[in-house]
C-alpha cells in the first residue's frame, strides 16, 4: 500500500523537524541512537511434540486448550522427534550518547553474530539445525553458550504483566507503581456494560418497530466530507436495501477466513490493511472485540443499529451507527466487501468514521494509527529501504521477541495501486509476518521469515523457499512438519530473510497491552499518562528554547530490570500521541509537531526538575524529528538508571491533549514528576527580620486606621493599603477584591472585620508576597510569568500538585499567562485560607478528602 507509510516532506528553519515519517536536519536538535542487542542464537537439544498430545494434555490438566493448537492438530499431527543441538553466539550491547553537536552522528556496535554449522552425515542434507524465533528461549552459560533446555511453547510460560494508568491535566492520580489491572478487552463488567447499552437501543427499536436512525452522526454531505462537497451526487441507503438491489439476501459477515474487503474513492487504505491483519488465526480474538459476532440481519433480531469497539487513547469504546450507507449509482463508494451482500467492514468504516467526526477525517491516515485503535496495542513503523532506512540492526531479535508475545507484524512493498511484480508479491498490499525460523541449508544458516497474504490467492513469493521452490527439495513433508515449516493456509509462504529485506520497503510492529485476549503468557509491562500541554504554563517546546523547555511534564524513569537476554540493558519503547487532533481536524485544527528527549537523573536534584538542571545537562536520547502525526514511537536501549523523560511541542505555548505510554520488558517503574501539597507553619504570615523593627510604626498606623472599634472592614484596608502604597511602582493600588479575599483568609468569627493581630498577619502577607513577585519578575515588568507560579508560591512555604498550579494559573493569569501582583496577593489569600480550612476539617474528624482533593474542590 504505496504511499500510507510515506509523506511529504517540510522544511522548517532552525533544529530538526519532520513531516510525518520524514527527517529534516539543520543541526540544533541533538540525537542519540545506541546499539542495539543483536540477535541471539541458541545450542541446545530441541524436542517437537504432538500438537495432538499437547492439546489432550493441556484439556486434561486444566480443562482449556489452545485455540491455536486446535487449529494446528487439525490439519496435522506433530511427530515427536530426536534432539537437534542448536548453536548460539553471545550479544553484546551498549549504550552510545550523542553529544550536543551541529550534526547528526549514528555510530552502531560492528559485533558480529558467528554461527557454528554442526557435524553433517555424508551426502545426507542437514535441515535438523533449527532455531525457532517464535517458540524458543536460550538459557545461557557463563560463556553465553546455551547449556540446558528445550523449545519453550509460548502458552507454557509463566509471565505477570503489568498496566498502569495515570490521568489529569499532566498529573498522576494513582500509585506510581506499575499494578496489575482488569481486562479493558474482555473484563466482563466492560464487556456486559457494553453490550446491555447496545441491546437497550436494539430492543426499544424492535419494540417500537422502527429502524434505529443515528441522531450524531447524520446521513447527509456534512458526515462524509467537511471541507467540500462530495464530487458527486450520493444517496444514504440502508445496508438491506443496497443487498435487494444486487437481488441478494442481507448479510453481516459472510466468512471471516477469506479477507475480501477493499477500499474505493475515500483512499483509507491503511484502515483495510489494518483489519486486514486482525483476520490472522492468531489475533481472531482481537477481530472479535472490534467486531462483535452475533450480529445479523434476520426479522427477529435487525433494528437498524449496529456495534463496533474501537481503543481511543487508552480506553475502549463502543461506537453505534445505523446501517444507512453512503452510495452512488446503487453502489457503496468506500470500505466495501466483493460480496455484495455483506457489510460488516461498510458499517466498521462508518463506525470509524463516525469516532473522528467524518469519513473525510479517515483521509491519510497511516497503519501504525489504524492498528493501534483496533487493538489498543503500541505500533512501531520501520522503513526498511528508501532514503532514510530506520531499521534497527538487531531486527532479527526484535522480531523474534514480537512473535513470542504474538505481536502484529505488517510489511508492505509502495506503490500506488496493487500491482502484481515478477517476484510474486503485490505493490500497495500488506502482509502479515507470522513466524521466524533459522535453519541450516547444508553448512549455511538461513533465516527464514513465514508472511501471510490476507487475499490468500494472489500476491505469494515465488523466489527462493516459496511453495514449490528446489530449496524444499532436501526436506520430506514429515521433516518440514517435525521442524515447524509448515503453511497453515494458502495465503502463507516462506522466503529468506535477506530477499525479505530486499523486497519489501516497510515494517509496522504492533505490541499488544497486557490485557489483550490473545493466546499468550509473556507479555508487555506498560504504564501510561494523560496530560496536557496548556499555553503559558505547561507548553515549553523544544530543548532550544530555554526559558520554557523545563516546564513541560516530566516522567520519571526507574529502570532497574535489565532485559530477558541482556541484564545489563534495558529496552524501553515509548509512545507519545496527541490526542483528537483527527477528530477536531474539520474545525480547522492541525496537527502539532510533537517529540520528546531523554535526560539522565541525577540524585539530589527535586522533581519536578527546575531550569537549572537543563541549563546544565544535555538529553541522552531523543524520539528523533518532531513529526506533525498523531503519534511518534522510539525504542531505546539504556542502561539500568533512572532517567526523566520530557514530552514536547516544537513551539512554546501550542496548546494540545497527550497520552504517553511506555512498555518496558521487565516491571521497572515510571512516575509522573509531580509536588505533593503542603504548607509550611504560617511562613508566609510572619514578618521578616528586616520589618520587624518598624513594628511600632506599624501599630500606630492600625490604630490610626481602625478608629475607635480597633477594627478594620475591607473598605478601610483598601484605603489604608492605597494610602500607604500610592509611591510603589509594584503595587500603586490595591483592588477591593483583594482586601475582600485578604479579610476572608483572616476572619474567624464572621464578623468581616480585622483586629490588631490580623492586620498585621495581612500586612505580613502584602509585603512577603510583594518580595517575592519582585525576586520573579522578569525585567521589573510588574508582572509574573504563570509557568514560574511554582517557584513564587514555594518561596512563601507552599506546594502544590500540577494539576492545582494549572487551575490557579488559569483563573489569576491574563492571555497572555501573566500575574499581576494584585492578582497574586489574591491567589495567596485564597491557598492559606484553603490550606487553613483543610485542618479544620480534619480536626473535625470527617477527613475523608486528601489535601489535594480538597484545593481542587476549593479553588476550580
Not at 52 to 77: F, N, V, Y
Not at 484 to 494: C, N, Q, S
Request: with cysteine; charged share 25%.
Amino acid at each position: 500500500m504505496a504511499q500510507s507509510y510515506a509523506a511529504s516532506r517540510q522544511k522548517v528553519s532552525g533544529g530538526r523537524l519532520g513531516s510525518q515519517s520524514n527527517l529534516v536536519d539543520s543541526g540544533s536538535q541533538q540525537n542519540l541512537t545506541g546499539t542495539l542487542n543483536r540477535t541471539q542464537v541458541e545450542r541446545r537439544p530441541a524436542q517437537f511434540i504432538s500438537a495432538r498430545s499437547r492439546l489432550e494434555s493441556d484439556s486434561t490438566l486444566d480443562g482449556r486448550s489452545s485455540p491455536r493448537l486446535k487449529r494446528i492438530a487439525k490439519s496435522q499431527d506433530r511427530l515427536n522427534s530426536s534432539s537437534s543441538n542448536l548453536s548460539s553466539s553471545g550479544s553484546r550491547s551498549n549504550l552510545v550518547q550523542a553529544k550536543s553537536i551541529p550534526n547528526l552522528q549514528h555510530r552502531a556496535d560492528d559485533s558480529r553474530e558467528e554461527i557454528s554449522p554442526l557435524p553433517q552425515q555424508v551426502n545426507s542434507p542437514n535441515y535438523s539445525n533449527i532455531l525457532n524465533y517464535s517458540n524458543t528461549s536460550a538459557n545461557y552459560d557463563k560463556d553465553g553458550f546455551g547449556i540446558k533446555g528445550a523449545p519453550r511453547d509460548r502458552n507454557s510460560q509463566n509471565s505477570t504483566s503489568s498496566h498502569s494508568s495515570y490521568s489529569s491535566q499532566g498529573v498522576a492520580v494513582a500509585n506510581p507503581i506499575p499494578r496489575s489491572t482488569p481486562s479493558t478487552y474482555t473484563s466482563s463488567k466492560a464487556v456486559d456494560n457494553r453490550l446491555h447499552e447496545f441491546e437497550k437501543v436494539r430492543m426499544d427499536y424492535l419494540r417500537r418497530g422502527k429502524l434505529y436512525e443515528d441522531t450524531i452522526f447524520l446521513p447527509s454531505n456534512a458526515s462524509i466530507y467537511f471541507s467540500r462537497e462530495p464530487p458527486v451526487p450520493l444517496e444514504w441507503v440502508r445496508a438491506k436495501d443496497v443487498a435487494r438491489t444486487n437481488r441478494q439476501a442481507p448479510r453481516f459477515m459472510l466468512d471471516v477466513n477469506r479477507f475480501d474487503v477493499t477500499f474505493d474513492r475515500l483512499g483509507d487504505f491503511w484502515l483495510v490493511a489494518a483489519i486486514s491483519c486482525l483476520t490472522d488465526p492468531d489475533h481472531r480474538n482481537l477481530f472479535e472485540c472490534v467486531v462483535p459476532a452475533n450480529q445479523n440481519f434476520q426479522d427477529n433480531w435487525y433494528a437498524g443499529v449496529f456495534r463496533f469497539n474501537f481503543w481511543h487513547f487508552g480506553s475502549w469504546k463502543q461506537v453505534l451507527v445505523d446501517d444507512l450507507l453512503p452510495i452512488s449509482r446503487g453502489q457503496l463508494v468506500f470500505v466495501h466487501s466483493t460480496q455484495l451482500n455483506e457489510f460488516w467492514g461498510a458499517l466498521l468504516e462508518k463506525a470509524y468514521a463516525k469516532l473522528y467526526g467524518s469519513y473525510e477525517s479517515l483521509k491519510g491516515g497511516q497503519l501504525m494509527d489504524a492498528l493501534t485503535d483496533l487493538t489498543g496495542g503500541l505500533t512501531e513503523h520501520f522503513d526498511v529501504k528508501g532514503a532514510l532506512p530506520n531499521l534497527p540492526t538487531n531486527i532479527v531479535n526484535i522480531l523474534y521477541k514480537s512473535l513470542d508475545r504474538l505481536s502484529i507484524i505488517a510489511c508492505s512493498i509502495e506503490g500506488k495501486t496493487e500491482t502484481l511484480l515478477p517476484s510474486g508479491l503485490m505493490t500497495a498490499h500488506t502482509y502479515c509476518v507470522t513466524d521466524l525460523r533459522r535453519i541450516l541449508s547444508g553448512q549455511q544458516p538461513v533465516t527464514l521469515i513465514r508472511l501471510r497474504n490476507p487475499i490468500g490467492e494472489e500476491g505469494n513469493w515465488k523466489g527462493k523457499w516459496s511453495e514449490r521452490s528446489q530449496e524444499w527439495q532436501q526436506i520430506s513433508p514429515e521433516n518440514r512438519a517435525q521442524l515447524g515449516l509448515i503453511l497453515r493456509d494458502d495465503g502463507e509462504f516462506w522466503m529468506e530473510f535477506e530477499d525479505f529485506l530486499a523486497n519489501f520497503d516497510t515494517l509496522d510492529i504492533c505490541h499488544l497491552t497486557p490485557d489483550a485476549p490473545v493466546d499468550v503468557q509473556k507479555r508487555w509491562h506498560t504504564v501510561e499518562f494523560h496530560g496536557k500541554w496548556i499555553e503559558h504554563f505547561s507548553a515549553g517546546g523544544r530543548p532550544v528554547l530555554e526559558k520554557t523547555h523545563w516546564t513541560n511534564p516530566q516522567i520519571l524513569l526507574k529502570l532497574n530490570e535489565g532485559d530477558e537476554d541482556e541484564e545489563r540493558v534495558c529496552s524501553v519503547i515509548i509512545q507519545l500521541m496527541q490526542k483528537d487532533r483527527r477528530k477536531i481536524k474539520q474545525k480547522g485544527e492541525i496537527l502539532r509537531y510533537i517529540g520528546f528527549f531523554v535526560y539522565q537523573y541525577e540524585k539530589g536534584y527535586p522533581v519536578p526538575l527546575k531550569k537549572e538542571f537543563f541549563d546544565h545537562h544535555q538529553e541522552i536520547a531523543n524520539s528523533g524529528a518532531f513529526m506533525n502525526s498523531r503519534q511518534i514511537t522510539k525504542r531505546l536501549t539504556l542502561p539500568p538508571g533512572d532517567y526523566i523523560v520530557v514530552p514536547c511541542t516544537w513551539e512554546a505555548n501550542e496548546t494540545a491533549d497527550y497520552f504517553l505510554r511506555i512498555f518496558f520488558e521487565k516491571p521497572n517503574i515510571a512516575e509522573y514528576c509531580d509536588e505533593k501539597a503542603e504548607k509550611a507553619d504560617d511562613q508566609i504570615l510572619q514578618a521578616s527580620p528586616e520589618n520587624k523593627i518598624v513594628e511600632e510604626n506599624f501599630k500606630n498606623f492600625f490604630f490610626k486606621v481602625s478608629g475607635e472599634n480597633m477594627e478594620v472592614d475591607c473598605f478601610n484596608l483598601q484605603e489604608a493599603m492605597n494610602d500607604s502604597l500610592k509611591r510603589d511602582p509594584l503595587l500603586p493600588e490595591i483592588s477591593l477584591d483583594a482586601c475582600k479575599n485578604l479579610i476572608r483568609m483572616m476572619d474567624e468569627d464572621g464578623s468581616a472585620r480585622l483586629g490588631y493581630v490580623e492586620f498585621q498577619s495581612v500586612w505580613n502577607l502584602i509585603r512577603n508576597c510583594k518580595k517575592t513577585y519582585q525576586i520573579l519578575d522578569n525585567g521589573n515588568a510588574g508582572l509574573l510569568q504563570a509557568m514560574n507560579l511554582r517557584e513564587a508560591i514555594g518561596q512563601l512555604g507552599i506546594k502544590v500538585s500540577n494539576k492545582t498550579l494549572a487551575s490557579l494559573a488559569f483563573q489569576f493569569g491574563d492571555k497572555s499567562g501573566q500575574i499581576s501582583l494584585d492578582s497574586f496577593i489574591i491567589l495567596m489569600s485564597q491557598l492559606v485560607k484553603t490550606f487553613k480550612n483543610y485542618q479544620d476539617y480534619q480536626k473535625d474528624g470527617a477527613g475523608t478528602l486528601t489535601i489535594e482533593q480538597w484545593l481542587i474542590k476549593c479553588l476550580s
